[in-house]
């Protein structure tokens, strides 16, 4: 049995061999106390670069599953646009649109066209102004000037959320099936037009159905299911919500409806795949 010197020795010596570890280094590009401290990590040089995107209700309205839904765009289905600078806190801001007054000092703006510039290509202009961080870029002069392009689509051209679809619904990933998806707009009637071909479950194919509270843009749509007996591209009690691309995968939500004693219940799933045509 050890002796209580000899535990103390032991427990001594224990502490003494681990003083003497070598620290683990400061790795911590922030903390001026560690050997890599960059007191430039947080700074940026003046850019006037900025966003384009499609003006829709879902800017207001986002969640996690909408992730790419909001991305910026060189191609517009919408005649009205959200520009917005990457740089949020500029002394000024001066934009310069094609066919508008110039705006100032706001880090974003809403331009707004009718629809005989459908099939025109806009030009927007950003200035931006501020106090440049002369210690980290010696040769920012604090202004810098970006120039960007976007196409409005006429009617009826082709939106990049079209074609075939090959993939699974997230309760069956093993059964693998093609849906066809397509648009047509009616000048007269101004109304879109959705078809839908290859629902599975015994649905039948839905062919131009009109399609209110809608969002669409050149790379995805939404179809506002709020109202899901009337809204939505109905097959008896099954509907399309949407079609959301996220990088190269994309994601076609659907909805179940059904009633129950006059009580409506909703079921939804996700189809997750890739675009084939």
Known sequence: ????????????????????????????????????????????PTSAAFTIKDDTYLRDWMDPFFADWDSDTDTTYQTSIHAEAHIQNADSYTWKIDHQPDQVNRNNIYVHFEDEFRGSWITIRLIVKRKPSKSCFPNDDGIDTVTRRYYIMR???????????????????DSL?????????????????????????????????????????????????????????????????GVYKNNNQYTIRQQYVWRVNGDVNIKRRIFKGVKIQ
């Open 155 to 173: 009617y009826n051209e082709p939106l990049n959320w079209e074609g075939t679809y090959y993939g699974s619904d997230d309760d069956k990933p």
């Open 1 to 44: 049995m050890k002796t209580i010197t000899q535990l103390f020795l032991f427990f001594a010596t224990v502490s003494y061999l681990q003083s003497c570890k070598e620290k683990e280094p400061c790795k911590d590009p922030r903390n001026a106390s560690c050997e890599n401290y960059n007191p430039c990590v947080d700074s940026t």
């Open 177 to 241: 099936y093609t849906i066809v998806l397509g648009h047509s707009y009616d000048v007269n009637k101004r109304q879109d037009f959705i078809k839908i071909y290859g629902l599975p479950r015994g649905c039948t194919d839905t062919l131009n159905e009109r399609i209110t509270g809608k969002d669409i843009s050149y790379n995805n749509v939404n179809f506002d299911s709020s109202m899901p007996d009337l809204i939505g591209i109905n097959c008896y009690e099954k509907s399309v919500e």
